[in-house]
């Protein structure tokens, strides 16, 4: 499909249930296709519903992933993305060159034996692994102009921001800012994008007790959506244990500060 798609906006952990059917219980992925290749942002459980529609094409588009960083919720559905074992497809994998460690090896050490029965070194498709370039933080992918930058979370995540002239949107998700103190540079990087996607794991209430876990609230996605000249906040990384009716909530309370937000739910398109 082209254009932006969020493909699973649930945090931690995949949930499924009665509960959680409007909002969904896939974990991180995004995805941006264009006429020149498919942009994917993010590996979580919900690449699986762009592994499903790749499976009824003749022919694989090249393929870039972008990794925000590698905690499991956001890489846990790259074993079974299907193009990995078709020796037509070119996946290029691109992340922080800035980690601790290589995380060439460490993305190769979650996919092996035992804990899947194929290794990344062993998939059949032409993979390419390239860090994100440092000195210009800047490259145009598929048409697409992409821009990163570091922002804070445990062992560190990137936020990206896209910009075509179908898209204009940043994602920030697993970041921990505090109410009155964003960075300026970090609010510059967002500004005057379309849609700002944050992550809204906590509720005011709750991130008291969660201070250096690494997420935010839709107080802070509020403050910077009205600093960076933002048209349209999506709320993101949903805690495994918000129902549906509790997100509703969360997207009620803060339209009263900001009436452009939405809550991020599984294959919604951002136009
Ligand atoms: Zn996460
Ligand atoms: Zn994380």
């Given at each position: 499909?082209?254009?932006?798609?969020?493909?699973?906006?649930?945090?931690?952990?995949?949930?499924?249930?009665?509960?959680?059917?409007?909002?969904?219980?896939?974990?991180?992925?995004?995805?941006?296709?264009?006429?020149?290749?498919?942009?994917?942002?993010?590996?979580?459980?919900?690449?699986?519903?762009?592994?499903?529609?790749?499976a009824?094409?003749?022919?694989?588009?090249?393929?870039?992933?972008?990794?925000?960083?590698?905690?499991?919720?956001?890489?846990?559905?790259?074993?079974?993305?299907?193009?990995?074992?078709?020796?037509?497809?070119?996946?290029?994998?691109?992340?922080?060159?800035?980690?601790e460690g290589?995380?060439?090896?460490?993305?190769?050490?979650?996919?092996?034996?035992?804990?899947?029965?194929?290794?990344?070194?062993e998939?059949?498709?032409?993979?390419?692994?390239?860090?994100?370039?440092?000195?210009?933080?800047?490259?145009?992918?598929?048409?697409?102009?992409?821009?990163?930058?570091?922002?804070?979370?445990?062992?560190?995540?990137?936020?990206?921001?896209?910009?075509?002239?179908?898209?204009?949107?940043?994602?920030?998700?697993?970041?921990?800012?505090?109410?009155?103190?964003?960075?300026?540079?970090?609010?510059?990087?967002?500004?005057?994008?379309?849609?700002?996607?944050?992550?809204?794991?906590?509720?005011?209430?709750?991130?008291?007790?969660?201070?250096?876990?690494?997420h935010?609230?839709?107080?802070?996605?509020?403050?910077?959506?009205?600093?960076?000249?933002?048209?349209?906040?999506?709320?993101?990384?949903?805690?495994?244990?918000?129902?549906?009716?509790?997100?509703?909530?969360?997207?009620?309370?803060?339209?009263?500060?900001?009436p452009?937000?939405?809550?991020?739910?599984?294959?919604?398109?951002?136009?």
């Amino acid at each position: 499909m082209h254009g932006f798609v969020i493909r699973g906006s649930r945090g931690t952990l995949p949930t499924c249930g009665a509960d959680f059917l409007r909002y969904g219980g896939d974990t991180t992925c995004f995805s941006l296709e264009t006429e020149e290749g498919l942009l994917v942002i993010d590996t979580g459980t919900g690449l699986r519903h762009v592994t499903q529609e790749l499976a009824d094409r003749a022919d694989l588009p090249p393929i870039t992933v972008l990794l925000t960083h590698l905690h499991m919720d956001h890489l846990i559905g790259l074993p079974s993305f299907t193009p990995l074992y078709s020796s037509h497809a070119q996946i290029r994998f691109m992340a922080d060159p800035n980690r601790e460690g290589s995380w060439k090896n460490a993305l190769r050490a979650f996919m092996r034996k035992p804990y899947w029965p194929i290794g990344l070194n062993e998939a059949d498709a032409n993979l390419e692994f390239d860090s994100l370039p440092e000195a210009e933080p800047s490259m145009t992918i598929y048409g697409v102009t992409v821009t990163w930058c570091a922002i804070p979370h445990p062992q560190q995540c990137v936020a990206y921001r896209l910009e075509s002239p179908e898209c204009s949107v940043v994602i920030a998700t697993d970041v921990e800012f505090t109410p009155g103190a964003i960075p300026d540079d970090f609010v510059a990087f967002c500004r005057g994008a379309r849609h700002l996607i944050f992550d809204a794991h906590f509720t005011p209430a709750e991130i008291a007790h969660y201070k250096g876990w690494g997420h935010s609230t839709w107080e802070v996605g509020v403050e910077l959506a009205k600093a960076a000249d933002i048209a349209r906040l999506v709320l993101t990384h949903h805690s495994p244990k918000r129902r549906d009716a509790e997100v509703d909530a969360v997207v009620e309370t803060a339209r009263a500060s900001f009436p452009a937000v939405d809550g991020a739910y599984t294959n919604m398109v951002l136009d």
